[in-house]
């Protein structure tokens, strides 16, 4: 309640002071709503600020790691969500189209010719319940609320086999959108903005 007071505030003075103009405002208030925990929240944490050509040409692939606390998440959902958010901004991305070890996504990418593996990892997941649905399998009012993921990844240069960066993104539904969404449904944003940041276009 706190915090949306003070966004309240802090929106309403920015704009009687004339000094915001729309889209800053816009994403000042969409920021606060996620940092509150109203909207989806992730947040990554980065070995290195390494960045990559444009022109950089990405394999991406998923370990076949069960993540703790979700054991019925599809296979390959990370590789295939890193790879929407990837393709955006890097025109040369390839994935891998079920999971593989790393010394075999190793392979294929420099047979591909393939400059760079994103190598990722499912690690953990809390699918809380979302739905009615849900509510009437498993009946327990402590498992209502928001979902949770955190995701790992390794950046490695094929030709080198140098480690480029790391990174960790841990997610969080937010209490307006938490109904019928999933773990994986974290996923997508938080992969689209580390590409950003790999570009160094990142917002946060």
């Not at 994403?27 to 996620?34: A, C, D, I, N």
Request: hydrophobic share 40%; with cysteine; charged share 25%.
């Amino acid at each position: 309640m706190i915090n949306l007071r003070f966004l309240v505030i802090s929106v309403l003075l920015s704009c009687l002071g004339g000094c915001m103009n729309v889209s800053d405002m816009a994403s000042g208030v969409e920021y606060h709503l996620r940092d509150a925990g109203l909207l989806d929240y992730s947040k990554t944490q980065r070995l290195n600020n390494f960045r990559l050509q444009a022109d950089s040409y990405i394999y991406i692939a998923q370990g076949a790691f069960v993540p703790v606390g979700h054991p019925y998440a599809r296979p390959n959902v990370v590789a295939e969500e890193a790879f929407k958010g990837f393709v955006e901004f890097f025109p040369r991305v390839r994935r891998a189209d079920k999971p593989e070890g790393f010394d075999e996504a190793m392979a294929k990418a420099r047979q591909l010719g393939a400059h760079y593996v994103l190598y990722t990892r499912f690690a953990g997941a809390d699918d809380r319940i979302g739905t009615w649905e849900e509510w009437e399998d498993q009946d327990d009012i402590g498992r209502v609320g928001r979902d949770r993921s955190v995701v790992q990844m390794m950046l490695v240069e094929t030709a080198t086999f140098r480690l480029v960066d790391t990174a960790r993104i841990r997610s969080r539904g937010g209490f307006l959108t938490f109904y019928d969404e999933r773990p994986e449904d974290l996923l997508g944003p938080a992969l689209n903005e580390y590409a950003q940041r790999l570009l160094g276009l990142g917002t946060r």
